[in-house]
């Protein structure tokens, strides 16, 4: 079946510091990928996605490169802020599943600070 | 452009009491979703619809039952709340095509005491 493997949260980092956020998967088709973004209390925010291998998914500063040689999906930003933080999602759908249906990785929680 | 709306935002349950949460959307989506989401979990996907009339069961159906009498809303009901159904759920909806990301409603956040 379809998986979603993210790092361990949370991840706490300076501001302007480099975020990498690691993702892998595991999917019987070729799926897409994508990120959400959950800020507190609020419900899940598309942030980027990438539908092919090396395809780059862009937006709002962070990107994440669609590797199907190692099955990655890493998420990065260059100079984090403390607006980002949030709690981020990797996510996959595999089109041959029917539904269209969305198999999560378990969040990892990120914390910029001052 | 509302997109997609859930009620209500807060409840709290006695155990075996029920109710519906409620799901509406306005973008046409033929695709719409019930997750719930427990603390270091992730989203766990309940029931989804890919049309008016279609449902079918995913990850963790027990103890919900859903309906889709139109494509724009998509209610769960919780027959028998127990107290392992606290949690936050999210309704969601797309359309076609694995390029679509889905729209995710605010959410219920549901305490079953």
């Known amino acids: 079946g379809n998986s979603v493997t993210q790092m361990e949260g949370p991840v706490t980092l300076s501001e302007e510091a480099f975020l990498t956020i690691n993702c892998t998967y595991t999917?019987?088709?070729?799926?897409?990928l994508f990120w959400y973004v959950q800020y507190p209390g609020e419900g899940l925010q598309l942030l980027l996605k990438?539908?092919?291998?090396?395809d780059k998914g862009s937006n709002k500063g962070f990107e994440a490169t669609y590797r199907k040689e190692t099955t990655s999906f890493h998420l990065e930003k260059g100079s984090v802020q403390v607006s980002d933080s949030a709690v981020y999602f990797c996510?996959?759908?595999?089109?041959?599943?029917?539904?269209?249906?969305?198999?999560f990785g378990t969040g990892t929680q990120l914390k910029v600070e001052l | 452009n509302a997109g997609v709306t859930q009620t209500p935002k807060f409840r709290i349950l006695k155990i075996g009491q029920s109710m519906t949460l409620q799901c509406t959307q306005d973008?046409?989506?033929?695709?719409m979703y019930w997750y719930r989401q427990d603390p270091g979990m992730g989203l766990k996907l309940i029931y989804y619809?890919?049309?008016?009339?279609?449902?079918d069961k995913g990850e963790v159906p027990n103890g919900y039952n859903v309906s889709r009498s139109t494509t724009e809303d998509f209610p769960l009901r919780l027959e028998l709340a127990a107290p392992s159904q606290t949690s936050v759920y999210f309704c969601?909806?797309?359309?076609?095509?694995?390029?679509?990301?889905?729209?995710f409603g605010s959410g219920t956040r549901l305490t079953v005491v």
């Open positions: 969601a909806s797309t359309s076609a095509g694995a390029n679509y990301g889905y729209t």
């Open positions: 999917a019987t088709g070729y799926p897409s």
């Open positions: 990438a539908t092919k291998a090396d």
């Open positions: 996510a996959l759908r595999d089109g041959t599943g029917g539904g269209n249906k969305l198999t």
């Open positions: 973008m046409n989506h033929n695709y």
């Open positions: 619809s890919v049309g008016a009339g279609i449902t």
